[in-house]
């Protein structure tokens, strides 16, 4: 008995003290990796501004979504967007935060960022194990000018299950019919041919280790670390550069109207400047929130960084939501995330 | 109590202090109990979880899930043979690779290292157990795979590869990360542990019996093999087996390497995958109640049986030795 009442005050101490330290309106979040750079940055600026902090813990989309599903934390993320049914059941609202892009990356001896060529469906071929040598007609009928080796292609691949290889085989479903029979599109797929590196850091490591190498990264990755990307054919048949602008051409041209929670497809979209494999992150906030004033707090949050978080994203090479998807998402809080029957935020 | 804390050793006083060690005595057994008993709930607990966690994808795939081969997080197919034989293949090379190292450097040490080596190379070996094993991952990772790729693996694919039978453990692309790879770091780092059993078992050779061999005219080779090994055997069985369980469990270090792939090869050089590597590989992206998920605890609960098997064996080796 004496020791029950001993713990329970120990604990009630104990909250205090952490409760106090990390003052009360602090919002925590967990889930997708791939945007926690650009989250982490937004909560720095954020503090400054408005004293409130943002504990995001970056540890899988997997394990974010049960943390939202358990309402341990104030907001999910994922990288791929939920099934609606789930969305409902568990009284979610799902909304995009920001936008990324995968590029493929190259190690071949003599070869410069953005200067191999390739296709969807070349991509996919290498991916199957059906195109296994750099000087494959096919390759060289896309590539004319470029000298081609004469050496074995080995495809990397994320062995994580991630947000990157979601997109990424979303793409290679789009633009082939055998991949998507054969293979199709998940997290983490059954890979035909090549070898798993663990993160975007293992796979690269894996391609800059090995000679004739291909792989697949997060664009921020790519950048940041000075890797040889390549051009891509896009659904307008126009080779393009992996480059912020083409990024902003897929946000653009996407059906948000039409989407259902805002899973709007931007793999393949139309338009000459398009580049074909780019994706948006998403949130997930719960519509009945235990306390409102949370639910207030993580809205305020993403209504600051799509007003003014913009430039922190861009210089991490994401790509801020286009205005009007930041304001559809807007009218979305208002009218969907409720406790006791009032919105938690109007403005 | 004044007298208590002047230390003054009357009689009536140390009888008076007795009742607090009637009330102590008990509440401390009771700690020691709780202690123990704790260990084992711990046990019973995570077991359960792991069963109870995985036993939808049993009932979904049946008992067959054991030795099927497909892992298809697409159309949620789950098998976990690539990853059963992944771990057994990449430890077994391991131990391969590890125990005549361990060996040499057992026998090195108790026999012939001169006193001032001996404490240098068994402190090295040592030294060798604290590395936390993400180290060797990153060392395998960015030192050892691209050397494997660039200079073990073609000559040996070129040369072996074309011979009958034994020729398909040398297929497939140099790709530097692989089984062998992977079963080579994992050797390095069960070696400490198989060599400290190793040199335990040696040093507890009765010298008597070893001089009377010496004495005899055998030489320090004949005394090895007659004499030092046939007198632990078993227990050395065990140090091996004991490091095949290390071994079987290996996580970071391995999925560094062993280039993830779910397919399977017999080839050495072929990318594979173990039951950790793909628990660390795919258990964050899993969806809480997915098929997926449910799999990957069968996966879990599939290493803790093997692992089990291994370590009973073990120490049921090692014990009929030091009761022989």
Request: hydrophobic share 50%.
């Amino acid at each position: 008995m004496k020791f029950t009442h001993l713990l329970g005050a120990a604990a009630l101490s104990f909250g205090a003290v952490f409760s106090g330290a990390a003052f009360a309106a602090d919002i925590t979040g967990a889930g997708a990796t791939f945007p926690a750079p650009v989250y982490q940055a937004w909560a720095v600026a954020y503090k400054e501004k408005s004293g409130t902090g943002l504990n995001y813990q970056s540890i899988g989309s997997g394990a974010g979504q049960t943390q939202i599903f358990n309402r341990t934390v104030d907001f999910g993320a994922s990288d791929a967007p939920v099934a609606a049914e789930k969305l409902e059941a568990q009284k979610l609202l799902q909304f995009p935060a920001v936008i990324g892009s995968v590029v493929a990356i190259v190690n071949l001896d003599g070869v410069s960022a953005n200067q191999i060529k390739l296709t969807g469906p070349i991509i996919a071929d290498i991916y199957l194990g059906k195109i296994t040598k750099w000087n494959d007609p096919k390759i060289v009928e896309v590539n004319k000018g470029s000298q081609l080796p004469d050496l074995s292609i080995v495809p990397v691949y994320r062995s994580d299950g991630s947000g990157t290889t979601y997109v990424f085989a979303t793409y290679l479903s789009t633009v082939s019919p055998e991949w998507k029979s054969s293979v199709g599109a998940a997290t983490s797929v059954q890979w035909p041919a090549g070898a798993g590196g663990k993160g975007n850091e293992g796979v690269a490591g894996t391609v800059k280790n090995t000679k004739g190498a291909i792989g697949y990264v997060e664009y921020i990755y790519a950048s940041s670390n000075s890797l040889i990307t390549t051009e891509l054919q896009n659904k307008a048949g126009k080779f393009v550069s992996p480059t912020v602008p083409s990024f902003q051409a897929a946000a653009a041209n996407a059906d948000w109207a039409g989407a259902k929670n805002f899973a709007a497809s931007m793999i393949d979209t139309p338009g000459d400047t398009t580049w074909p494999i780019t994706s948006a992150t998403f949130i997930l906030l719960p519509k009945e929130p235990k306390s409102g004033t949370q639910a207030a707090e993580v809205i305020k949050f993403f209504d600051w960084a799509f007003k003014d978080g913009g430039a922190i994203a861009e210089k991490l090479h994401y790509i801020p939501l286009p205005e009007d998807v930041a304001n559809r998402v807007r009218e979305a809080w208002k009218t969907e995330v409720k406790a006791d029957g009032k919105p938690v935020w109007t403005h | 109590m004044d007298a208590t804390l002047s230390g003054n050793a009357d009689p009536a006083l140390v009888s008076a202090r007795k009742p607090t060690g009637r009330v102590s005595d008990p509440v401390f057994v009771g700690i020691l109990w709780g202690s123990g008993i704790f260990v084992l709930i711990l046990l019973g607990l995570i077991i359960a979880m792991l069963f109870e966690g995985g036993l939808p994808a049993l009932q979904e795939f049946g008992i067959s899930f054991l030795w099927n081969t497909t892992w298809n997080p697409v159309t949620e197919v789950f098998g976990a043979g690539v990853m059963v034989f992944g771990t057994i293949f990449s430890a077994v090379i391991a131990v391969v690779i590890a125990l005549p190292l361990s060996f040499g450097i057992a026998f090195f040490l108790t026999e012939i290292a001169p006193g001032v080596l001996r404490r240098p190379i068994g402190v090295a070996i040592q030294l060798l157990a604290a590395i936390p094993s993400i180290i060797y991952g990153m060392w395998g990772f960015f030192v050892i795979v691209p050397l494997m790729a660039a200079y073990v693996q073609p000559p040996l694919i070129e040369w072996l590869g074309p011979l009958p039978v034994i020729g398909a453990l040398f297929q497939g692309p140099p790709l530097g990360a692989g089984m062998l790879t992977a079963g080579l770091i994992m050797a390095i780092m069960i070696l400490p542990f198989i060599t400290a059993m190793f040199v335990e078992v040696l040093e507890s050779v009765p010298p008597m019996i070893k001089e009377s061999a010496y004495g005899v005219g055998a030489t320090t080779y004949e005394v090895y093999r007659n004499v030092s090994v046939p007198y632990g055997r078993t227990a050395m069985v065990g140090a091996v087996m004991l490091g095949l369980g290390r071994a079987l469990g290996e996580t970071m270090a391995v999925t560094f390497v062993i280039g993830n792939a779910t397919r399977m090869s017999a080839s050495l050089f072929a990318p594979g995958s173990t039951i950790a590597s793909t628990i660390a590989n795919e258990f964050p992206e899993a969806a809480p109640g997915s098929l997926k998920l449910e799999s990957l605890l069968e996966l879990g609960f599939i290493l803790f049986v093997i692992s089990f098997i291994v370590l009973a064996l073990s120490r049921l080796l090692v014990r009929s030795r030091l009761k022989g």
